[in-house]
């Protein structure tokens, strides 16, 4: 069984900090990762994808991967209240199947 | 636009009477997926599809079946539900000529099995 797991927090930051999120996989086959965004009854949605390791910035997310040691994190800087949301980490294994993380809560206090 | 639809949004339902769940894309994409998600439990792949006529069981096909006619949709089909079944569904797309290499979800369907 391949697996994905996070912290399911919740995990709360004052507005401007930096929020930190993580994530563990257990295949070693697992070739692309995802963070998403997930609003309490919607859809979730793309924030950050990474393919090799290091770190990837895209405005105020940064995606880190090191699959030596099988862990991936999202840091959101100048944390805003509408960043408030549940966050899925998911991976892609090479057999085309998507393997999803329980998700963490995320609250940005104004 | 590009976008996922799912019908119906909202179902309740009862045990043992079948129903579909439709989803259609209109972006051309080649992969289409099921998934599930339950509080606690995160969103679990039911089947996924990489092009019409191929399917494959993600990790909690049991009590599901699809189908793959057409490369734009990718029914969901509870032939006898039970209330274990009861949860928010959410049918996602991938193509090759997409922006990103990520899936696109639909709204999600909420299902309840009385």
């Known amino acids: 069984q391949k697996e994905v797991e996070q912290n399911s927090g919740p995990l709360s930051v004052p507005e401007g900090a930096i929020a930190s999120l993580n994530c563990t996989y257990s295949?070693?086959?697992?070739?692309?990762f995802f963070w998403y965004r997930q609003y309490s009854g919607k859809s979730p949605e793309l924030i950050m994808f990474i393919y090799s390791n290091g770190d990837k910035e895209d405005g105020r997310f940064t995606a880190q991967l090191n699959k030596a040691s099988q862990y991936v994190s999202l840091l959101i800087r100048d944390s805003q209240p509408s960043d408030s949301a549940t966050y899925l980490c998911a991976v892609n294994s090479p057999g085309n199947q998507f393997y999803f993380g329980t998700g963490t809560s995320l609250t940005v206090i104004p | 636009e590009a976008q996922v639809t799912q019908n119906p949004r909202y179902l309740i339902t009862v045990t043992g009477k079948k129903l579909t769940v439709t989803c259609s894309q209109n972006?051309?994409?080649?992969?289409m997926s099921w998934y599930r998600q339950d509080p606690g439990l995160g969103l679990r792949q039911i089947y996924y599809s990489m092009n019409v006529e191929v399917t494959d069981k993600g990790d909690v096909p049991e009590g599901y079946k699809v189908s793959r006619k057409e490369k734009r949709n990718f029914p969901l089909i509870l032939e006898s539900p039970s209330p274990n079944q009861t949860s928010l569904y959410f049918c996602?797309?991938?193509?090759?000529?997409?922006?990103?290499?990520?899936?696109?979800f639909g709204p999600g369907t909420r299902l309840t099995v009385l």
């Open positions: 996602a797309s991938r193509g090759p000529g997409s922006a990103l290499p990520s899936q696109y």
């Open positions: 295949d070693r086959g697992s070739q692309s």
């Open positions: 972006m051309n994409h080649e992969y």
